[in-house]
């Protein structure tokens, strides 16, 4: 069965770094993107973006460049988003996603990353 | 960015009831292919959001008849038959006919 099995909760100090993964079985690794999404109380589900997993291209929501890097590692079927020069603002969960707009959408079980000193 | 409104915030519901939801977009979401990338998620307490239904009215695999998508252009509609107690939590739209794809704030879902 298709599963995105997210890293551990993160605790950072603003201005750090997090990079989280996500490490998907059960389909063909390369046949489709892998979006991110943000979500906090304030803000609702926000969307970060998304790499295409086979030629690592990568779309940013405008609000999210600067902030987050996608990458992948085809060798593992794992997908990375690292956040950057972190605040308070960037505590949230952090969900990886297949979503196509098909019969074909599945979701990571969140990160929890939280930003204190 | 497209603005997804969701209306009410807040539905209370007796078990057994029909629950309506609206989705109107600060555009139409009629992409130039001629699809309509309206999705609906409904994300329990403590789980991640789960597909609904895609594209306005197509129901995802083992999704019950119970939930009926709707809709065109920029005003959509949810409508849940029969409430049953796994139906209860926080349903969202969703677009991805614009860049970047948006959601709405929500609407939960609650018993009276």
């Known amino acids: 069965q298709v599963q995105l099995q997210q890293s551990g909760a993160e605790l950072a100090k603003p201005g750090s770094s997090v990079k989280i993964s996500c490490k998907a079985s059960g389909y063909t690794f390369t046949s489709y993107d892998i979006s991110w999404i943000k979500q906090t109380t304030g803000q609702g589900l926000e969307y970060i973006g998304y790499i295409n997993t086979g030629s690592g291209g990568t779309y940013y929501n405008e609000k999210f460049k600067g902030k987050a890097t996608l990458t992948v590692d085809k060798s593992s079927s794992t997908a990375f988003m690292q956040l950057s020069s972190l605040t308070p603002e960037d505590t949230a969960v952090y969900y990886c996603?297949?979503?196509?707009?098909?019969?074909?959408?599945?979701w990571g079980q969140g990160v929890m990353v939280t930003v204190s000193s | 960015d497209v603005v997804l409104t969701q209306t009410p915030v807040a539905q209370p519901v007796t078990l057994g009831d029909q629950a309506s939801i609206s989705c109107r977009s600060s555009?139409?979401?009629?992409?130039?292919?001629?699809?309509?990338?309206l999705e609906w998620y409904l994300q329990k307490p403590g789980q991640s959001p789960q597909l609904l239904i895609y594209k306005v009215s197509n129901r995802f695999s083992g999704v019950p008849d119970r939930f009926i998508g709707s809709g065109s252009g920029s005003d959509f509609t949810l409508k849940i038959s029969r409430v049953e107690p796994e139906d209860l939590g926080v349903y969202y739209c969703f677009q991805a006919t614009h860049d970047p794809p948006t959601f709405g704030a929500g609407t939960k879902l609650e018993l009276k």
């Open positions: 555009q139409s979401l009629v992409h130039s292919n001629g699809n309509t990338y």
């Open positions: 996603a297949l979503i196509t707009t098909t019969d074909f959408d599945y």
